[in-house]
């Protein structure tokens, strides 16, 4: 009897932690994936998490940029900027694009992104039941100390997160409805995992979308998550520059923190041992183990190790 296993991802690193975790006999895989870095550019609906996540499944993303298709050109790109007289600060590259033509006329079509996001796994061949959060357009804004709110994107890539921060909005959210399938995949969950995605923008968006962390709450399964911050940084992207903005220290049982009452469990980096005791008196159960993900054998490890804490 296969276990059912509900992940919630972000980008890199949850994708990163999934082909791992696919990796592992008899699990059934279903995937809630983040909308919050969703942004219309050019006329093109574009959504980060979801093309990240499917693109690294379906073995077609560039693996140091570690977003976007491997043996991209830029073409387009070029001759946008040549039209719009500016470089272009998002890059998308030419195969990227076909993804966002191709989602764009389905949305348009009145596709639901539920629909597309399955439609894109029929083509790429891959078998896991991958869902955004939610079919409603969500956008993560952030609030600058200047009183100025930008959308993530540009605070996270124009600006590499350099501005200084205050918080983080999920505009949308309010009237956002969990796609088709995310509550009872949720229900049905033997096990629910918290990849080493970016806890704030990432996790934490999913969990804005009315219902969801009700619905985490509420269900019989366990909830394991994995520490995305080793020693004081995060492994990936900038999750300690969300953290900051915040006022949230950057470290394992931070984040732990964060989740609060969600997490059962929480898998943090055997360099960080000394915080077992600290996250295990926050009545959470915890352990450490080598945490960086250098290959898929190594995250099907990080993902075998966690699913052990709760069997
Ligand atoms: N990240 C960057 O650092 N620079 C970029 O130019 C960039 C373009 C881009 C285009 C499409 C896409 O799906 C993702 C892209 N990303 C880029 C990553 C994006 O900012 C992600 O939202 C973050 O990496 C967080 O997951």
Same mark, same amino acid.
């Given at each position: ?8 991802? =972000?980008?890199? =690193? ?26 219309? $550019? #050019? =006329? ?10 499917? %693109?690294?499944?379906?073995?077609? +993303? ?19 900027? #040549?039209?719009?007289?500016?470089? *272009? ?7 990227? %694009?076909?993804? #966002?033509? %191709?989602? &764009? ?33 969500? *956008?993560?804004?952030? *609030?600058?100390?200047?009183?100025? *709110?930008? #959308? ?13 921060? &205050? ?39 999913? !969990? ?8 985490? $709450? ?19 992207? $900038? ?19 964060? %989740?609060?009452? !969600? ?19 926050? =009545?959470?159960?915890?352990? +450490? ?23």
């Amino acid at each position: 009897m296969p276990i059912k296993v509900v992940a919630l991802a =972000g980008g890199i =690193g949850g994708a990163r932690f999934l082909k791992g975790l696919r990796l592992i006999d008899d699990l059934e895989i279903s995937v809630i994936i983040n909308n919050g870095d969703d942004i219309n $550019m #050019h =006329g093109l609906r574009i959504c980060p998490d979801l093309d990240s996540v499917i %693109y690294n499944l379906a073995g077609e +993303s560039d693996l140091v940029r570690g977003w976007g298709r491997k043996d991209e050109t830029w073409v387009v790109q070029q001759q946008l900027a #040549h039209y719009l007289g500016e470089e *272009q600060w998002f890059n998308l590259g030419d195969k990227d %694009y076909a993804t #966002h033509i %191709y989602r &764009t006329n389905l949305l348009n079509n009145g596709i639901e992104l539920s629909e597309i996001v399955k439609l894109q796994c029929a083509k790429w061949g891959i078998g896991l039941n991958l869902m955004p959060a939610t079919n409603d357009f969500v *956008q993560t804004q952030v *609030q600058l100390t200047d009183g100025q *709110q930008i #959308h993530f994107q540009e605070w996270w890539v124009k600006h590499r997160a350099a501005l200084p921060a &205050t918080g983080f909005e999920l505009i949308g959210a309010e009237t956002a409805k969990p796609a088709p399938g995310v509550l009872d995949a949720i229900a049905q969950a033997d096990l629910i995992i918290l990849p080493p995605s970016n806890p704030i923008v990432s996790i934490g968006m999913i !969990l804005r979308i009315p219902g969801i962390r009700a619905a985490i $709450m509420a269900a019989s399964a366990p909830v394991v998550g994995v520490s995305p911050i080793i020693g004081g940084n995060p492994v990936l992207g $900038m999750a300690d520059k969300c953290l900051t903005a915040l006022g949230l220290e950057t470290s394992a049982t931070s984040v732990a923190a964060q %989740y609060g009452d !969600l997490l059962d469990a929480w898998l943090i980096a055997d360099t960080d041992d000394e915080q077992v005791s600290a996250i295990t008196n926050l =009545g959470i159960k915890c352990e +450490s183990a080598p945490l960086l993900m250098t290959d898929d054998q190594a995250a099907k490890e990080i993902a075998m190790r966690a699913i052990g804490m709760t069997r």
